[in-house]
């Protein structure tokens, strides 16, 4: 190749990989307005049930505890979902070999769509933790 083709080759590639990381960053900027949106919505029914609490249960924190026990059926949720395995994608040939390739193909597909849908819960979990987060910076740094 000569020295032209292989500077407009150079070029082409860098702008791939800018278009790639503008995207990743848009992708990412979406995330993050979403867990933000999410993180209102929570920090609002959270001070609505610290409101309730004051009136109606003066003596015993229930808001902590319905945070907190959402955040734990979430979290065992996404675990369960999951089944424990932190693993991107599942390929037929990762499993057995005794078990039919029509089989393995479909368990893979089950396996990576239910992976898709718990995706979704952590955005739950990290904006219920920041609540929590919050709420104990507060209690314990501005009293």
């Given amino acids: ?84 395995n932190p693993k991107e994608k599942v390929t037929p040939e990762e499993l057995s070999p005794k078990i039919p390739y029509d089989e393995r193909v479909r368990l893979c597909r089950k396996y990576n769509e239910r992976k898709e849908k718990s995706r979704v819960l952590i955005y739950f979990i990290v904006a219920i933790s920041a609540v929590i987060a919050l709420d104990f910076i507060v209690l314990f740094l501005f009293p």
């Fill in 1 to 84: 190749m000569s020295k032209k083709k292989k500077k407009k080759q150079r070029y082409y590639e860098k702008e791939e990989n800018n278009t790639s990381e503008l995207q990743r960053r848009k992708k990412n900027g979406r995330k993050l307005l979403i867990i933000a949106g999410l993180f209102c919505v929570f920090e609002l029914f959270y001070q609505g049930l610290l409101q309730l609490e004051k009136r109606y249960f003066p003596l015993f924190p229930v808001s902590v505890y319905a945070l907190a026990g959402i955040l734990c059926v979430l979290f065992f949720t996404y675990l369960i979902m999951n089944r424990g």
